[in-house]
């Protein structure tokens, strides 16, 4: 079977990483975090012969869901011209009242009012299985009550979103936030996983659970 792999849009006022996996020669993608100008997203995937099927959240920060309605859209328009089933949004299932609420996500404060929907919502522990390839739904909560990582155990891909950053972790100031929680998050739930882990978060570069176990300032 191809190799997973995993290419990067940084992308909005935030300079958001934007994820994209696919296998090796395949055609089908899965987005993680389509975080401002959807339709630019869509067009630069389709641009490189990516089809999206299936788009992953991390959480529901506006920087990370300004691009997804638009997004969402296209993708539904190419798959019911090609006659396939709807491309659906995954979030984690605490995450529901934060992204259908402007002041929760923080987009009211930052200038541009967003309150949008996952088509599904996922618990802990769920596995989903998207354009050949499955990852399971690690909860997070910290960052945000329901926010949640997504481990793609195959390629050894964690996609932390605003959990874990290099040497550095979420801010927990906005609503639903907490500093224990997302510490206890870390290290009951992401620590566990396999030192060579490459790690791809929300902003910055990647790094792994092993690196972060001996140098991140806030977990050592």
Same mark, same amino acid.
């Given at each position: 079977?191809?190799?997973?792999?995993?290419?990067?849009?940084?992308?909005?006022?935030?300079?958001?990483?934007? +994820?994209?996996? +696919?296998?090796?020669?395949?055609?089908?993608?899965?987005?993680?975090?389509?975080?401002?100008?959807?339709?630019?997203?869509? $067009?630069?995937?389709?641009?490189?012969?990516?089809?999206?099927? $299936?788009?992953?959240?991390?959480?529901?920060?506006?920087?990370?869901?300004?691009?997804?309605?638009?997004?969402?859209?296209?993708?539904?328009?190419?798959?019911?011209?090609?006659?396939?089933?709807?491309?659906?949004?995954?979030? $984690?299932?605490?995450?529901?009242?934060?992204?259908?609420?402007?002041?929760?996500?923080?987009?009211?404060?930052?200038?541009?009012?967003?309150?949008? +929907?996952?088509?599904?919502?996922?618990?802990?522990?769920?596995?989903?299985?998207?354009?050949?390839?499955?990852?399971?739904?690690?909860?997070?909560?910290?960052?945000?009550?329901?926010?949640?990582?997504? +481990?793609?155990?195959?390629?050894?891909?964690?996609?932390?979103?605003?959990?874990?950053?290099?040497?550095?972790?979420?801010?927990?100031?906005?609503?639903?936030?907490?500093?224990?929680?997302?510490?206890?998050?870390?290290?009951?739930?992401?620590?566990?996983?396999?030192?060579?882990?490459?790690?791809?978060?929300?902003?910055?570069?990647?790094?792994?659970?092993?690196?972060?176990?001996?140098?991140?300032?806030?977990?050592?």
């Amino acid at each position: 079977m191809a190799e997973i792999k995993i290419g990067r849009m940084v992308l909005g006022v935030c300079q958001t990483n934007c +994820y994209f996996l +696919y296998r090796e020669g395949e055609h089908g993608a899965i987005v993680v975090d389509p975080a401002d100008k959807g339709a630019n997203i869509y $067009g630069a995937l389709q641009k490189n012969g990516f089809r999206v099927e $299936g788009i992953l959240l991390t959480h529901g920060h506006f920087d990370h869901i300004w691009g997804l309605d638009a997004l969402r859209d296209a993708a539904n328009a190419a798959a019911e011209c090609d006659g396939r089933p709807p491309v659906q949004v995954y979030a $984690g299932e605490g995450e529901r009242e934060l992204l259908g609420s402007a002041r929760l996500n923080v987009s009211g404060q930052a200038g541009r009012a967003c309150e949008t +929907y996952a088509d599904v919502y996922l618990k802990d522990g769920e596995e989903v299985a998207l354009a050949g390839m499955t990852c399971r739904m690690i909860a997070t909560p910290g960052h945000t009550a329901g926010g949640c990582c997504y +481990y793609f155990e195959e390629a050894g891909i964690l996609v932390s979103g605003d959990t874990l950053f290099a040497e550095s972790v979420g801010r927990t100031d906005f609503p639903t936030g907490s500093m224990g929680t997302l510490v206890r998050s870390i290290k009951e739930k992401l620590f566990p996983l396999p030192d060579d882990t490459r790690v791809y978060p929300g902003h910055g570069e990647s790094t792994t659970i092993g690196r972060e176990k001996v140098n991140n300032p806030f977990l050592v």
